[in-house]
């Protein structure tokens, strides 16, 4: 019991000083899930917050085994063809059909580090960031996000999005 004690509090104050610099925002309960996954969260003052449900980066622990995800869009995988109902009803079914590809690999939303959301116009960014949370919700670690306007996606679509995930 006393070797257990002395362990976890060795490692409590590792865990400590290798996240310190995010520990206002973390709980060490979050930092210990992050550790155990595998996955570090990297954040810093000298950069702009995360303004959404993401981190500024995310390291992966070397050797992990990684899958990268190809871009989806709103295709319904039945008919092959975009759902109806604007840029919130492709965003849901582009999401669902990364879900589909993360079970096919093993892995799921939270085992994603990063992702790349592609949007046919910035004006439906706050809309999209509002679905994009559901899908990590309860997450203790979001990954990290870029979102970038796109002159023209495949298919007409006005939502894309790729992913980095963790394979299990």
């Known amino acids: 019991i006393l070797y257990n004690r002395r362990f976890q509090q060795t490692t409590t104050r590792f865990l400590i000083s290798a996240f310190g610099c995010c ?6 309960q979050q930092i210990r899930m992050a550790s155990d996954s595998g996955r570090r969260i990297i954040s810093t003052e000298k950069a702009p917050k995360a303004i959404g449900p993401y981190n500024q980066a995310v390291a992966v622990r070397s050797g992990a ?13 039945s008919t092959g063809q975009m759902v109806a109902g604007g840029v919130e009803a492709e965003a849901k079914q582009a999401l669902s059909n990364l879900g589909e ?45 870029a979102v970038v306007a796109a002159a023209g996606l495949p298919k007409g679509a006005r939502f894309e999005i790729e992913a980095v995930a963790i394979a299990k």
Do not use: C, H, W
């Not at 959301?117 to 979001?142: C, K, P, Q, W």
């Open 101 to 145: 590809v993360l079970a096919a690999a093993g892995s799921s939303f939270p085992d994603i580090v990063k992702t790349t959301i592609f949007l046919a116009d910035m004006a439906d960014y706050a809309a999209v960031n509002t679905i994009y949370a559901t899908y990590f919700e309860g997450a203790s670690i979001y990954p990290a996000r």
């Open 23 to 28: 520990r206002s925002r973390l709980s060490l």
């Open 65 to 77: 085994q990684m899958v990268y995800l190809s871009g989806q869009i709103g295709l319904d995988a």
